[in-house]
């Protein structure tokens, strides 16, 4: 069977396995070769609507890779450092506190040393994302909370307002998943001058011909935009309970979290990656940029704690590393896949995953619309199987 009627095959399995997404699509390329390129289901049940290279997606997490190259861009233009503290450029990052726990329990609040640009790039920042379980998260979700009743808030206030949050540990001692790149995105604007959204367009968006890609509804085409789904019990409904987020009102253009676009476009970024920099001959970021991006930065207690999420539930981070903004491949045999050293890429909450092989010159975008339970475990690792499973040696 030909590589393309076995991609063909697994999307269609996608679309019709129990708990499954409406409707999916992947977009492969190596080289200058489109190696597949399929759409299956529905982009919008009810409207009889398919899924088709002009349907635009909520990418949320895959924003982080776009976020980390934005600052990247900046390092290598000599803007900032790795290392410089967050506070040079968002003055109230001088006066952090961290809680020193027991468990979850809280049992003192210390004053932190200087939280970096590497700490937000990598994970090591000490934020969470909004919980119940440990009074950052509770805290977190208590900032969240606040801005959602306000409808809102900009880049930069969101970044002030998390100040406020005492952070899981001292910056740099362990790794969690947070919101350290919504502050990044914050960074960037302080130091370009430019609105987040801005900066991407101008510097990204605009030379990779990524037309259909921005923050708001408002930008982009709505009637593309396909549903989002979650199961109620057996039955797949339409939802809504974050819709609010991607209207221009809310004002926030999430780093970590934030574009709507389409595999078509995000496939032209991805390319770019794979390509050391490059898109149709055009310089887009320096090859050593993506090569010290792509690299494992995690040592000691962080590397244990980001090897954890693999045994409590993250399976997709077997054989990994963390770079800075993604996930880094160390090892093909712990991994389970059939893919090579230093491959990297980052998945989002409905689905979603931008995938870069520079030694292969390979990448692909593959894309659903289902929260919560994505089905990424599932289908993610099968992707990257068939996908690689065909490669020849170039």
Request: negative net charge; glycine residues 12%; hydrophobic residues 35%.
């Amino acid at each position: 069977m030909k590589a393309l009627e076995k991609l063909d095959d697994l999307l269609e399995g996608f679309v019709r396995m129990e708990h499954g997404p409406a409707g999916c699509a992947l977009k492969a390329v190596r080289g200058q070769e489109i190696i597949y390129e399929g759409y299956k289901g529905y982009a919008d049940e009810k409207a009889g609507k398919l899924i088709g290279p002009g349907t635009v997606y909520r990418m949320y997490s895959c924003t982080k890779v776009v976020t980390a190259a934005a600052a990247m861009l900046l390092l290598e233009r000599g803007k900032m450092l790795l290392d410089d503290p967050v506070s040079r450029y968002l003055p109230e990052y001088g006066d952090l506190t961290w809680c020193r726990y027991t468990g979850n329990n809280m049992v003192s609040l210390e004053k932190t040393g200087a939280m970096t640009i590497r700490h937000l790039l990598t994970m090591t920042s000490g934020f969470t994302y909004d919980g119940i379980h440990n009074t950052t998260q509770q805290e977190t979700k208590r900032v969240l909370e606040e801005m959602n009743r306000e409808g809102g808030a900009s880049t930069r206030e969101f970044a002030r307002r998390l100040a406020q949050v005492p952070l899981l540990f001292e910056p740099g001692t362990h790794w969690n998943y947070g919101l350290g790149l919504d502050v990044l995105g914050a960074v960037i604007e302080v130091i370009s001058g430019m609105p987040f959204g801005e900066f991407l367009k101008k510097e990204f968006f605009e030379p990779l011909e990524m037309r259909h890609t921005a923050f708001f509804i408002e930008e982009i085409p709505e009637e593309k935009l396909a549903v989002m789904y979650r199961y109620a019990g057996e039955k797949r409904v339409p939802n809504l309970t974050e819709e609010f987020k991607f209207h221009s009102s809310y004002q926030l253009q999430s780093g970590g979290g934030g574009l709507l676009s389409t595999v078509e476009d995000m496939s032209h970024f991805a390319r770019m990656l794979a390509k050391g920099g490059l898109w149709k001959g055009k310089r887009i970021l320096g090859k050593r940029t993506i090569e010290l991006m792509s690299r494992n930065q995690l040592h000691g207690e962080a590397l244990e704690d980001f090897r954890r999420t693999h045994r409590y539930g993250w399976g997709f981070m077997a054989g990994c590393g963390y770079g800075l903004g993604v996930k880094t491949v160390t090892d093909m045999a712990e991994s389970g896949c059939m893919v090579n050293q230093g491959a990297f890429s980052w998945a989002g909450a409905a689905g979603t995953l931008l995938w870069a092989d520079p030694e292969n010159d390979l990448s692909f975008v593959y894309a659903h619309q289902l929260m919560p339970d994505n089905r990424e475990e599932y289908c993610h690792p099968r992707l990257l199987n068939v996908i690689y499973g065909q490669l020849e040696d170039k």
